[in-house]
């Protein structure tokens, strides 16, 4: 299946993702089910914007049916939707990621293969991708901000309210830094990140209240939580 110019619009009309052009192969016998399971999918110039409040994910909400009548939610043998794609391949794409406690992640120049596993009936999401690659990115806290370059992740995991990471290289505020760790959502959210870092003098987040002298140079581990 070819599909040009995909667009996935949310129940309130607004734009989840795009794509210039998707090359899926599906299993057909799948949709008879209620279900959409693919082997393959090939994903170019694609973006996608995500928000994640009260717990549910938009990209949930985008694929979820229509509220049921009362009937139909008494009836047990209601179809319990599962979507899953075996193997994906994002040849560029760009990622806003917007939680309500007022994180935002911003990545673009986006290449990756990814596996992708959504359950509508329990709202669960959980997208793997290794080989990732990315030109540019923005970490955005109410607080402060860290610019990233020349990403490079071995392995990426996103599921429920949290995101694990590992082998990633880059540089962040134009320092060299490799890690892992993970970046948890959930409430006010958590951070356990463990990173090698080659800082010169100066170097400080953006929009947090500079120092009142010259930070120093720093080379070494660090560990965030």
């Known amino acids: ?7 996935l619009k949310g129940p309130a009309g607004k734009v989840i993702a795009r794509a210039e052009r998707l090359v899926a192969d599906v299993r057909i016998r799948s949709l008879f089910s209620g279900d959409i399971f693919l ?23 985008a694929f979820s049916p229509k509220k049921k009548t009362k009937q139909a939610t008494n ?5 319990k939707s599962q ?20 994180f935002e992640l911003n990545i673009d120049g986006i290449r990756a293969n990814a596996s992708l596993d959504i359950d509508l009936e329990s709202q669960w999401v959980s997208l793997s991708g290794n080989n990732v690659k990315a030109r540019t990115g923005l970490l955005h806290w109410p607080d402060f901000d860290l610019p990233l370059k020349d990403l490079r992740a071995n392995n990426v995991k996103f599921y429920g309210n949290r995101v694990d990471f590992s082998d990633v290289t880059g540089t962040c505020l134009g320092s060299a830094v490799s890690g892992f760790g ?7 959210g958590a951070y356990n990140i463990h990173a090698q870092v080659d800082i010169p003098k100066g170097t400080w987040p953006l929009r947090l209240k500079p120092l ?11 560990k965030v939580n």
């Not at 299946?1 to 667009?7: N, T």
């Not at 990622?95 to 406690?101: A, K």
């Not at 993970?182 to 006010?188: A, L, S, W």
């Open 83 to 102: 979507i899953r794609i075996q193997s994906i391949l994002l040849a560029e794409g760009t990622l806003n990621y917007v939680h309500e406690s007022g």
């Open 182 to 188: 993970n970046i948890r959502f959930k409430n006010k």
């Open 39 to 61: 082997d393959s999918l090939t994903v170019s110039k694609a973006s996608l914007s995500l928000r994640q409040k009260d717990g549910v994910l938009n990209l949930i909400e």
């Open 212 to 222: 009142e002298f010259a930070a120093p140079a720093f080379k070494g581990q660090v």
């Open 1 to 7: 299946v070819i599909l040009d110019d995909v667009v």
């Open 75 to 79: 009836d047990s043998s209601s179809p």
